[in-house]
């Protein structure tokens, strides 16, 4: 009994913290389970092995060796025209030999750098997939919300609707509105529906989305009023400053062009004078018909000057020379990208902002009025059908533009934290 309570307690705790914490969950699902955020992370992890094969060019190399043969003679005659023995040889050879590379102009140095850098702007690339699915996940789960709030607000204006037609019924038997009234109340209700059908349509095409990115399926009954919040630039010049250090894009333009002068280092060194030392022990066996055994010890030291090769060597570092001005006015014209990219994803928060702050007072009004004109129109006063129409259309407006203003609203920090190279699992804080 007590086990079981235990697991209850535990089951309750854990459901709470789902509750909670919804929105993690989701994108930790959607880090989790995504094939494209999987699919650079196994890229990345081959990406570090090259960083150890060029440390091994450092290191010495062991090359065992081995054959055996069998000779078998016949028919062997002499020039005095007598004929000898038929002869049979079995020979064995076994070799061990270790190479080591004593100095290469700094290619292999180079080489390794190369491999550090290219390691790096995979890191880069991971980041930039991690916060597109981050943002894609957030972004789904928001417009889940939206698409859920839209069919809520239209189901209840179908329920008004439906309630008016009624109620205009009963008003038109006692007179008191025309038949035309009526129609109204019919034709709205019947426009209604439609808006009803089409905000259902959407929100089955938003789950869809959204299980496409998490990877799971969606909530049933999903939480309508989620905050997250981030700590966000104070200014334009804070959010430039920012994208210029942390963007992870302009980052992989930097560390390309470090690729390429790295590039052109090794291509250089190849140039250079080369040494190598190589050990070797040899053991033969039945060598000639005289030695049956013999073994070798051998020591060489090798040093290589390439001096002319058809012009080969100075036509790839001369490549290699433009490829590293290429990547110099990729680097430029990156820069200049994600100062105008920030700028806009800064706009687009103020915006944002700004247009949440006119549909939460749109709303707020549309509320009040829809009131007064509800209960003058009920009460029999001045207000026509048509007024009553207007203004649950004008309401249903405000809410659903209130309802987009925040999901907007959100969508633009994080492509603002984007862009400054924060949208990640730390930067999330979900109230």
């Known amino acids: 009994m007590k086990k079981t309570f235990i697991i209850i307690l535990i089951f309750l705790n854990f459901q709470n913290l789902y509750a909670k914490n919804g929105l993690l969950f989701y994108v930790n699902s959607a880090l989790k389970n995504n094939p494209k955020i999987n699919a650079e992370r196994q890229n990345l992890k081959a990406i570090k ?22 000779k078998e ?37 180079n080489n390794l750098k190369k491999s550090k850098l290219e390691f790096d ?43 008016q037609v009624e109620s205009d019924k009963v008003r038109l038997q006692k007179g008191e509105i025309t038949l035309t009234d009526l129609a109204q109340s019919e034709s709205s209700l019947a426009g209604a529906n439609a808006s009803l059908t089409k905000s259902e349509t959407e929100l089955v095409a938003s789950i869809a989305e959204f299980e496409r990115i998490t990877k799971i399926n969606a909530p049933f009954d999903i939480e309508q009023n989620v905050s997250i919040s981030f700590t966000l630039p104070l200014s334009l010049n804070d959010a430039l400053n920012l994208s210029s250090l942390n963007n992870p894009n302009l980052s992989i333009a930097r560390i390309n062009l ?88 800064w706009s687009f928060y103020q915006s944002a902002e700004s247009v949440l702050k006119s549909t939460a007072s749109q709303l707020k009004a549309a509320e009040i009025a829809n009131e007064g004109i509800t209960l003058e129109y009920d009460s029999g006063n001045s207000r026509t059908t048509l007024e009553l129409i207007q203004s649950r259309s004008l309401l249903l407006d405000a809410r659903i533009s209130f309802a987009k203003a925040e999901k907007d609203l959100v969508v633009s920090k994080l492509r603002l934290l984007s862009q400054i190279g924060g949208l990640n699992l730390k930067a999330l804080k979900i109230q």
């Not at 010495?60 to 043969?69: D, K, L, N, R």
């Not at 023995?85 to 700094?106: A, L, M, P």
């Not at 991690?130 to 789960?141: A, F, H, K, R, W």
């Open 73 to 109: 003679t016949s028919n062997i005659k002499e020039q005095s025209g007598s004929t000898t023995g038929d002869t049979k040889r079995n020979t064995e050879t076994k070799k061990i030999s270790v190479d080591q590379k004593i100095f290469q102009g700094f290619q292999g140095y």
């Open 258 to 345: 470090a690729i390429s002068e790295k590039e052109l280092s090794v291509e250089k060194s190849k140039l250079s004078p080369s040494a190598s030392l190589n050990y070797s022990v040899t053991e033969n066996k039945d060598l000639s018909a005289t030695i049956d055994e013999d073994e070798q010890e051998t020591v060489k030291a090798t040093i290589s000057w390439p001096l002319i090769q058809g012009g080969k060597n100075f036509s790839t570092i001369k490549k290699f020379k433009y490829k590293k001005e290429q990547n110099k006015l990729l680097l430029a014209d990156k820069e200049s990208e994600i100062k105008t990219l920030t700028a806009t994803a």
């Open 49 to 70: 092995q090259n960083i150890n094969i060029s440390k091994s060019e450092f290191l010495p190399s062991v090359t065992i060796e081995g054959s055996q043969s069998s």
């Open 121 to 163: 702007k995979a890191n880069e690339e991971y980041k930039i997939i991690e916060q597109e699915t981050i943002l894609d996940s957030i972004s789904s789960y928001y417009d889940l919300i939206l698409k859920n709030k839209k069919k809520n607000f239209n189901k209840a204006n179908v329920d008004l609707f439906e309630r």
